[in-house]
């Protein structure tokens, strides 16, 4: 069974950072990580992901600000968010699934490639 829990949400004004970090006993090699998103009302969009083997994939919107990255000592993964703007606020979740990242459809993978998810944090900016 894994579990993942995420913390390090919160509010902050705009052109500020926040570093999100999702843990877990499942975190560790040999998994793909996402981070997601879901403002009120809207779909839940792919916002970063890790491979096993680190690489990584951006949405547009975030590329250049947010950086995914993973710690497996630690048992984390973490997103590092920049030069935040008020749209970046939304729920945000942490998501595992074994083996490699499906690139099938898109690039960070769709939720539907995920079958572990945390609990979300909440990030508000304004």
């Known amino acids: 069974h894994v579990q993942l829990v995420e913390s390090g949400g919160g509010s902050v004004q705009a052109g500020g950072s926040l570093r999100l970090a999702c843990a877990g006993a499942a975190v560790y090699a040999d998994n793909c990580f996402g981070w997601f998103r879901q403002p009120p009302g809207e779909e839940r969009e792919g916002v970063a992901s890790?491979?096993?083997?680190?690489?990584?994939s951006y949405s547009d919107s975030v590329n250049g600000r947010f950086t995914i990255s993973s710690d497996n000592a630690k048992r984390s993964v973490y997103l590092q968010m920049n030069d935040m703007r008020p749209e970046d606020t939304a729920m945000y979740y942490c998501a595992a699934d074994p083996g490699v990242c499906d690139y099938s459809l898109a690039r960070p993978p769709l939720k539907y490639a995920f079958g572990y998810w945390g609990q979300g944090t909440q990030v508000t900016v304004s």
């Open positions: 890790i491979d096993d083997d680190g690489s990584t």
